[in-house]
């Protein structure tokens, strides 16, 4: 243990103490990784994280709380790991050899040792899983099993011969992640991914450029690509894996429409291997199972009948606030919980839209909390999304806001808070926002901030242990009454914030003109009143979409300017 901890500290900078090394040889004998070692103690910020990890005789606390982590969708708590091995699995030298030296695992968790076995046996499943249990390998490894042998009969050369359907961006980009390490010793093999935000004509140069043995790939995209990519249709002919990774999101989404015309256009489910992995299972996600996977395909759980949706280590609250109130309500929560912890505090509010969350940004970027604002949405490039995840992953302060992007699936190591401005749209997607925090086996506090008109929603969390809670300070923030730079977001945010609760009509208990009156109190709060005191405009069209054509209290013109 000497030979090898005490030079891998040294080397790494970290405190040379006795109680350190003690720590670390706890570490090592409960099977974790040096490099991860390294990482967990040059991690620790915060005094708590401090005080606990150079207590020896806190190390029988401590050693369950160590986080075996990949570079993938979420980190696998030791909670969540079993006592199958890896090495154990009849799988290829070169999976096990990415595995250990690609991933570092030797143990399996118990999402993986559920499913990977009965995949590896060629059945289709359904199978219930949360977010950060290791879901992504254990669907991963039996793929690359199947794949890896000759070319089925028939199929061209650049055939894709496993394709993955994920909810978002980012989600896609974590799996190919880990898809790309898996295969990383199989030759012949290579993963691809393609997500909107990026030209057509880029992605299908890279699918060009090597193999794309597997393809990560979302709804909407994907679509295009059958559509307007010459020969793409064909490289999908023979494909002997289909998995749909984060089902219920992807229908929360909307998607539905698409995932049935791309299943359509798929080799039939008797034909090849279905998978579908989803976190809950509303009735919607059997409907599509339905479709996607073979008669009699295998349904696992692996989510403990006993364990709670949220983890109860995470103190949940919520507060309510008018139309006019809510920007003081939002300023002074946030203030609120970075003052607890000043010296680490690492927030993400989440909003209802992307036009909400750019507006918000942007005003929080103007006041003295501007340079901790980092902001992730779909109305920004990939590129730009991609870069100011990692800022945020790596940074030790920080507020994120983000619209659902951000719900599912990311791991942000050391988020304090969850701050939730509006309404969720629906009860599971309240839940998966929160989890973005208290990950880990660490400590993590979510809010709930609504309107008074959003009250109904409390109705669906009435089992959550929500605690109603006070601002110490709800006097009008001049701070968020200043103007942001592009005043056009102001415009932009009104017409979302009308969009977004136009579907939530019945779920309020109000109607249209209710709603555009309602809408017109929003954006004087937000200072986009006009010198006649008229909302901003709105053009024909988009009011016609949105179905209120007619309605009185709308600024409606022809186009609107830009």
């Not at 030298?93 to 030296?101: D, G, L, P």
């Not at 809670?469 to 103007?483: K, V």
Request: positive net charge; aromatic residues 6%; proline residues 5%.
């Amino acid at each position: 243990l000497q030979r090898r901890i005490v030079p891998e500290l040294c080397a790494s900078h970290v405190l040379r103490t006795r109680r350190v090394v003690i720590l670390a040889a706890a570490f090592c004998l409960a099977g974790t990784r040096l490099g991860d070692v390294r990482t967990f103690l040059l991690a620790g910020k915060s005094r708590n994280q401090c005080g606990l990890a150079l207590r020896p005789d806190a190390l029988l606390e401590v050693v369950p709380r160590v986080v075996q982590r990949g570079d993938g969708a979420g980190s696998k708590a030791i909670s969540h790991v079993s006592e199958s091995r890896f090495d154990g699995l009849p799988v290829s030298a070169e999976t096990k050899k990415a595995i250990k030296e690609g991933f570092g695992y030797e143990h399996m968790t118990e999402v993986q040792a559920q499913t990977v076995g009965p995949l590896l046996g060629g059945a289709d499943m359904l199978a219930r899983a949360k977010t950060g249990t290791g879901k992504t390998l254990g669907f991963l490894i039996p793929t690359v099993e199947r794949i890896k042998g000759p070319l089925p009969p028939g199929a061209p050369k650049d055939a894709i011969r496993a394709l993955i359907i994920s909810p978002s961006r980012e989600l896609a980009s974590q799996i190919l992640k880990e898809a790309t390490k898996l295969v990383s010793f199989h030759q012949g093999l290579g993963a691809k991914c393609v997500f909107g935000g990026v030209g057509l004509g880029k992605d299908q140069r890279d699918l060009k450029d090597g193999p794309c043995s597997i393809l990560v790939a979302t709804p909407g995209r994907l679509k295009q690509h059958m559509a307007e990519t010459p020969g793409f249709a064909n490289r999908l002919g023979h494909l002997e894996v289909v998995i749909l990774d984060e089902a219920d999101q992807l229908l929360d989404m909307g998607f539905r429409g698409e995932i049935l015309k791309i299943l359509e256009k798929l080799p039939p489910a008797s034909a090849r291997q279905g998978l579908l992995f989803s976190a809950t299972f509303p009735k919607a996600v059997s409907d599509i199972a339905g479709l996607a996977l073979k008669p009699g395909y295998q349904y696992i759980d692996t989510v403990n009948e006993n364990e709670e949706s949220t983890p109860q280590h995470i103190a949940q609250s919520y507060a309510v606030a008018s139309l006019e109130g809510m920007n003081s309500l939002i300023w002074a929560s946030v203030n609120q919980a970075k003052d607890r912890d000043p010296s680490s505090f690492k927030l993400i509010l989440f909003f209802a839209t992307a036009r909400l969350t750019q507006y918000y940004a942007d005003v929080f970027r103007q006041t003295e909390l501007g340079s901790h604002v980092f902001e992730i949405h779909s109305k920004k490039a990939q590129g730009f999304r991609s870069k100011e995840s990692e800022r945020f992953r790596k940074a030790t302060q920080g507020i994120l806001f983000s619209s659902d992007v951000s719900a599912r699936g990311l791991d942000y190591p050391g988020v304090t808070n969850v701050i939730q401005v509006g309404a969720a749209s629906s009860r599971e997607q309240y839940i998966h926002r929160l989890g973005r925090t208290g990950r880990g086996g660490n400590q993590g506090s979510g809010m709930l901030l609504l309107y008074d008109i959003e009250e109904y929603f409390l109705r669906d969390l009435s089992d959550m242990p929500l605690q109603k809670y006070s601002i110490r300070d709800l006097s009008p923030s001049r701070e968020l009454d200043r103007d942001p730079t592009d005043t056009n977001l102001k415009s932009k945010a009104y017409a979302a914030w009308l969009g977004y609760y136009k579907s939530n009509l019945k779920s309020m208990k109000i109607n249209t003109r209710e709603l555009v009156s309602l809408g017109t109190r929003f954006a004087k709060s937000i200072g986009a009143l006009d010198a006649q005191g008229l909302p901003p405009p709105l053009d024909k069209m988009l009011v016609g979409k949105m179905g209120l054509k007619g309605v009185p209290g709308l600024n409606v013109v022809a186009v609107r300017p830009k």
